[in-house]
């Protein structure tokens, strides 16, 4: 969502006559769009704040931005950090060239944010019309682009900001979402991701996302669909799963966080399902789609997880045997009822261990599902040179190192002339690991 945001972010400046370049030290504004989920990802932030603070002594009249989720929590109080001219909420985005501009030419400090955002208009124009405004140039790797389907969540996961600073749940019209799609098919591009919090609950009258799935199916040159994020649900779910096993622009990718094995957890967690519903679901979503590639989420170290907690997250992930796996530990975010209400138990060193372990326990599986795909050919959708590639510009056939993933969302390296980056490549697999898919290009 974040990465979306930035896109349409960057196509609203360019628009607006800016230009974007990579120093922060030669640029006359400096944009920081943040997310709030984790305390981390805060504190980064805030770190980087202090680098840009070195900055800006010698450059007093360089505008430094704090945009997104951040900006709607923190509101007044990041305006007291000496180094930050502007703050502005997810959803106050589209407002961001007026913002800067007013910036730079007036050396004011301004916030914009949500002052009741749950209140926030499910009706808010700007917020539709800002989707539009990349002109489908809103692509973050060469051919592949996200789409938003839906803003906001209605859930209220007892550790999760997002409510709080995304606003309520309001699925976008699939007319609006068609049209665009269209624009950024017509622009090149070959893979859509939709986007929503809990995807799987877009509703727009009578469509639901399986419809919107074969509404987008049907657009040309859009070659491969993906969705993300799913929530463990019923509702709609079969259908979902159907339209992916008929559609074949639809990747056999599901993206389905359990959080916790633990019954009791979930129920601390206000997830509102147990770890066997989760389990039947994912059963179910494996009969309708055979050789469906599936990924989690978890998180550790919640209030009150015990080492029992904990043992029963192992098994359930050792049961699901998941494509790969996000594991986080649990920190408590200001405002949400986890931290009102439970106790921050589990003491940081449990948590960082308990994360390894997760890890490890998915390492293997991971590890033992890429060794099936060993001497297979597979179709990849380039993205350009892998991180290697800088450091190695040419393998050994002269071409260098290029980076693609799978329709199921494997990583796959190999060598390959650079112009193929947003084509498709079929790629012999050679070697693997846990994370990584090893192989020759082929014809
Ligand atoms: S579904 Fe739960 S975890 Fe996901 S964004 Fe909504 S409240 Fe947060």
Redesign the pocket.
């Known amino acids: 969502m974040n990465k979306l945001d930035s896109a349409l972010v960057t196509a609203a400046l360019k628009g607006g006559g800016f230009e974007i370049i990579n120093l922060e030290k030669d640029a006359d504004v400096v944009l920081i769009n943040t997310c709030s989920v984790r305390e981390h990802a805060e504190q980064r932030v805030l770190s980087h704040l202090g680098f840009l603070k070195h900055i800006k002594e010698s450059k007093p009249n360089m505008v430094v931005g704090v945009i997104g989720c951040m900006a709607q929590r923190l509101g007044a109080e990041l305006l007291k950090n000496k180094t930050v001219d502007i703050v502005c909420g997810p959803a106050q985005i589209p407002q961001i060239t007026e913002l800067v501009t007013k910036a730079l030419q007036e050396k004011k400090r301004t916030i914009s944010v949500t002052e009741k955002i749950r209140q926030l208009s499910p009706e808010d124009e700007t917020l539709e019309e800002f989707e539009m405004v990349s002109d489908g140039d809103d692509s973050q790797l060469p051919a592949q682009a996200y789409v938003r389907a839906m803003r906001g969540?209605?859930?209220?996961?007892s550790?999760?900001?997002?409510?709080y600073v995304?606003g309520p749940e309001v699925s976008r019209p699939p007319a609006a979402i068609i049209e665009q799609v269209k624009r950024l098919a017509g622009n090149g591009v070959k893979l859509v991701t939709l986007l929503g919090?809990?995807v799987n609950a877009y509703k727009y009258d009578t469509y639901c996302l399986a419809d919107l799935l074969r509404m987008v199916s049907e657009i040309d040159g859009i070659e491969w669909i993906r969705f993300v994020?799913s929530?463990p649900t019923e509702e709609y779910y079969e259908q979902i799963l159907k339209a992916m096993a008929d559609l074949p622009k639809v990747c056999h990718y599901l993206h389905m966080?359990a959080q916790s094995g633990s019954d009791k957890i979930l129920k601390a967690m206000n997830?509102n399902y147990t770890a066997g519903k989760y389990l039947e679901l994912i059963e179910k979503a494996r009969e309708i789609v055979p050789g469906l590639a599936i990924s989690g989420d978890f998180m550790v170290g919640f209030s009150g997880e015990t080492e029992e907690d904990f043992e029963k997250t192992v098994s359930l992930v050792e049961k699901m045997r998941y494509k790969n796996c996000f594991v986080f530990k649990y920190s408590p975010r200001p405002g949400t009822a986890a931290e009102k209400r439970l106790q921050d138990t589990v003491p940081e060193e449990v948590k960082r261990e308990r994360n390894i372990k997760l890890l490890a326990v998915q390492e293997k599986i991971s590890d033992e599902l890429a060794k099936e795909i060993l001497e297979t050919e597979v179709k990849v959708l380039v993205e350009g040179l892998s991180k290697k590639a800088g450091v190695n510009p040419c393998g050994e056939k002269g071409y260098p190192q290029l980076v693609g993933r799978t329709a199921e969302d494997w990583i796959v390296v190999f060598d390959g002339p650079i112009n193929l980056a947003g084509e498709f490549a079929k790629v012999k697999i050679t070697k693997t690991s846990p994370l990584t898919l090893f192989g020759e290009i082929q014809g």
């Open positions: 969540c209605n859930n209220f996961c550790y999760c900001i997002v409510p995304r919090q809990m994020t929530y966080p997830r």
